[in-house]
Structures are given as C-alpha cells and as structure tokens.
C-alpha cells in the first residue's frame, strides 16, 4: 500500500503571504504510460465535506482561485497558496488514486497568524 | 447539479450491523466509479471502498475487508456500503464520493461528495 505523508501539520501563516504544504508518497504515483501523477489535493473546512482542489498534481478543478497551486512528480508534491486569504483557513489533504487503496496524508492545518 | 445524499446512519452497537445508502442525481450513475470515505471525529480522512460503473469491481481497505461489502443499484442511483460486525474504531462520519472516471483501481479524483452520515458504534 501507498502512504502518504504530509508535512507540517500544521501550519500559521500571515494574511497576503504564502503557504505551503508538502505531501510525500512510499511509491511513485507517476504513471508512464500517460505521464501523469494521480496526486489530487482536498481542503475542508470545519462541518463541511471535503473539496477538490487540485488533481494530476498541478490541475486546478473548475472555479478555484488561481491562487492555488499544484507541483510536483513521481513521490514529491506541493500545495502553494500564494497569497492567504482568510477564507482558506481549513484542513488540506493530498491523496493518491494510482492504486487501491487510494490513501490521503494526514492532514495540514492552516491557520492565520 | 450533481448531487450525494447519504443516509442510514446511527447508533449501533459493536458487532452489529447498518447499511448506508448515497443517492446520487445530477449525472449519469452507471458511467462513474464512486467510493466510500470516512472521518473519524476530530480525525483526518480515510478512504474505505470504491465500485467501478458496472458494479463489477470492488476495492476495500484492509482494515475493512470481509466485513463492509460496497455495492450499487444503477436503476435507482444508489450507492451501498453494508457493514458487518462494526467496531468502535469504526465510529466516523461516512462520505459518498463521485469518481471522474468509470473504473480500474487506478483510478480518478473524487470531485463530487455528499455531507456524511454519522456512524456511532457503541453499547
């Protein structure tokens, strides 16, 4: 099985800065036959399900602020908030869907500072 | 609007049994994988089960197999997760989740979930 680790855990930062959270796999998630990374990134706020933030690892889903951002390859990935609002005070997960079971890290805290 | 409700949540005590249903609309049920994703109270998140589009396939995390059985009824839009001899540490908010993609173990991005109902196993 894929695990997935997350660092930190948590995490204060100023409003208007940047944040970034890591997100490390066991294995390779890059699958070569079609060169992409199953890596997908969720935030969640508190009493709500989690949200799709990012998947293929740098593709932002539909009607996210482009202040969110993607990178990585093969078991290295990052999640960049360029500049904090508050609003993206939450919880953020990576998880991997190259092989079952498709695992997440354990979480990252964002808070302000 | 693509939609997921859970339900069949509850009180059970350990080593009973419930089946949670999730109601999908919005979309074409029978073309798209789905899973099961839990929560446990103050807990990060963990992935249960997943069902390609056809029912066909099925994929479980270790520390349920052989006692949750995901399933799906594609004439009413309904996804299943029937689960046996529950436990303590199975206590958590269960999630249904879309898949953008129709099967396979490797799998796509769960872009779609419902609320969650809430599973409490205790005596």
Redesign the interface.
Known sequence: DIVMTQSPDSLAVSLGERATINCKSSQSVLYSSNNKNYLGWYQQKPGQPPKLLIYWASTRESGVPDRFSGSGSGTDFTLTISSLQAEDVAVYYCQQYYSTPHSFGQGTKLEIK | EVQLLESGGGLVQPGGSLRLSCAASGFSFSSYAM?W?RQAPGK????VS?ISGSGGST????SVKGRFTISRDNSKNTLYLQMNSLRAEDTAVY?CAK??DSSG???????Y????TLVTVSS
């Open positions: 899973s994703v990060g998140l963990e992935w997943g994929y479980y995390a270790d999630y898949r953008d173990s490797r799998g796509g991005k769960l872009d979930w419902g609320q969650g």
